[in-house]
């Protein structure tokens, strides 16, 4: 079992920012990746932004040039910088943790992040 601890969730204006932290703890393994998701009010989960260990990184086109994920390795967290956060930005934001070699996933409880016009 993988336990995710989200912070960083919040209010704030359109234009502002917020940064986003996850802790992992439990039975990680090397392969592994770790990503951050977000799903609004009546609409499906959808991929944000992924890191693998080694640092490869992938971004969804809304988010590309505005949000940066980085993760600490050492300290098993994975971050979520956002930038220029746009209204449409506002969603519950969850993070994720697949393990490659077991084709698992585990998620976290979610931090809300709301973006005012």
């Known amino acids: 079992q993988v336990q995710l601890v989200e912070s960083g969730g919040g209010l704030v204006q359109a234009g502002g920012s917020l940064r986003l932290s996850c802790a992992a703890s439990?039975?990680?393994?090397?392969?592994?990746?770790m990503g951050w998701y977000r799903q609004a009010p009546g609409k499906q989960r959808e991929v944000v932004a992924t890191?693998?260990?080694?640092?490869?990184?992938n971004y969804a086109d809304f988010v590309k040039g505005r949000f940066t994920i980085s993760r600490d390795n050492a300290k098993n967290t994975v971050y979520l910088q956002m930038n220029s956060l746009k209204p449409e930005d506002t969603a519950v934001y969850y993070c994720?943790?697949?393990?490659?070699?077991?084709?698992?996933?585990?998620w976290g409880q979610g931090t809300q992040v709301t973006v005012s016009s």
């Open positions: 439990g039975r990680m393994v090397s392969i592994n990746g």
């Open positions: 994720n943790y697949h393990s490659y070699l077991h084709g698992s996933d585990y």
């Open positions: 890191i693998t260990r080694g640092g490869s990184t």
